[in-house]
Nanobody
Framework: QVQLVQSGGGLVQAGGSLRLSCKYS??????MGWYRQAPGKERELVAD???????NFADSVKGRFTISRDSANNMVYLQMDSLQSEDTAVYYC?????????WGRGTQVTVSS
């Protein structure tokens, strides 16, 4: 069984920062990502990173968020800076390889304005 165990999240003032962490199962060549879902909205990709280190960001978070991974320890991180009220959502860690995909349980991020 594949498990994704994530931590972080919480309540922060606009302009503040948070870092999310996710421990994942060692699947070679897998892509790690962070998604978010706000109330009444569909789940959307925030950022992802391939096994070779190539990153991709949603336009709404470019320049503010950073995704990184520590492959030796099977960890992926999402550093969120300059947070806005629009970033309020449940954030999910994701691991995928081809048609296989796995999800973390999600963590709430709330940004007060």
């Amino acid at each position: 069984q594949v498990q994704l165990v994530q931590s972080g999240g919480g309540l922060v003032q606009a302009g503040g920062s948070l870092r999310l962490s996710c421990k994942y199962s060692p699947i070679i060549f897998s892509t790690m990502g962070w998604y978010r879902q706000a109330p009444g909205k569909e789940r959307e990709l925030v950022a992802d990173i391939t096994s070779s280190g190539t990153t991709n960001f949603a336009d709404s978070v470019k320049g503010r968020f950073t995704i990184s991974r520590d492959s030796a320890n099977n960890m992926v991180y999402l550093q969120m800076d300059s947070l806005q009220s629009e970033d309020t959502a449940v954030y999910y860690c994701n691991q995928r390889l081809g048609s296989l995909t796995y999800w973390g349980r999600g963590t709430q991020v709330t940004v007060s304005s």
